[in-house]
């Protein structure tokens, strides 16, 4: 007489059910902690060099520390924070020569996505970014920096993502992180916000134009602009 072996059912325990809510919750967090830590890093809440006060942060928060501590982690890989042995977690600070060799490799970067670009952009790309562009213009007649500089970051990866390369939308990422640090000292004036954003209006037309000599040049330009307010905004507080 054979017996059936018994089958083991496969249902999901209630335990393991909740562990993964609480895996899911712990990485919201994390995430929501991230985004306030850049959030404060780009409104100069926290500048460069500052130390990021955990416990003061988890409090107005009202989470525990752990979830901090995780993004700090996270943003100390995305190129954002640095830590420093016994002392926490600090907004990383950049030297002028770091800052310069970074915009001359965004320059070569962006001329190449300029390239790429004005043979792949689309015309509903195209219509975003001139949108973006209207935008960046009306934040700079409100004089909303914050604003302008939100979309800023998001015209130059929305640049980058008409390329439909994705090993250099990547790259770019990488280097966007860092260029966060540093990119809102040369856009503090209303006259630079204006210069910027006729740059980009000229990017935008390159790259309708589908000549990718013209866009290349346009975009390598414009990044190159952008190292020129920098350099004149840190002698300006130099002088200050």
């Known amino acids: 007489m054979s ?6 059912h496969s249902a999901v325990t209630p335990t393991s059910a909740e562990d993964a809510v ?7 967090l994390v995430s929501i902690c991230e985004n306030e830590i850049e959030r404060m890093i780009l409104d100069a809440d926290l500048e460069m060099g500052a130390r990021v006060n955990e416990l003061a942060l ?5 989470i525990s520390r752990g979830p901090v501590r995780e993004a700090c982690r996270s943003l100390v890989q995305a190129g954002l924070l640095e830590t420093k042995a016994n002392r926490g977690f600090f907004v990383r600070r950049l030297t002028q020569k770091e800052v310069i060799d970074l915009y001359d490799l965004r320059a070569g970067l962006m001329r190449l996505a300029g390239e790429l670009g004005a043979r792949e952009v689309t015309a509903a790309q195209l219509t975003n970014l001139r949108a973006m562009v209207d935008t960046m213009d009306a934040a700079c007649a409100a004089n909303d920096t914050a604003r302008f500089q939100d979309i800023n970051a998001e ?4 640049l980058v993502t008409a390329t439909g390369n994705q090993r250099l939308e990547q790259v770019y990422r990488g280097l966007a992180n860092e260029s966060r640090l540093y990119r809102r000292r040369g ?3 209303d006259a630079a916000m204006a210069s910027s954003n006729r740059e980009h209006r000229a990017i935008v037309e390159a790259m309708a134009s589908h000549d990718a000599a013209r866009a290349a040049a346009t975009m390598e330009n414009h990044i190159l602009q ?4 920098f350099l004149i905004a840190a002698v300006d507080e130099l002088e200050d």
């Open 3 to 8: 017996v059936t072996p018994l089958r083991r």
């Open 22 to 28: 609480e895996v899911r919750r712990a990485q919201s």
């Open 58 to 62: 988890a409090a107005r928060l009202g």
């Open 155 to 158: 015209f130059h990866a929305a």
């Open 187 to 189: 856009l503090v004036s």
């Open 226 to 229: 952008g190292k020129a307010r």
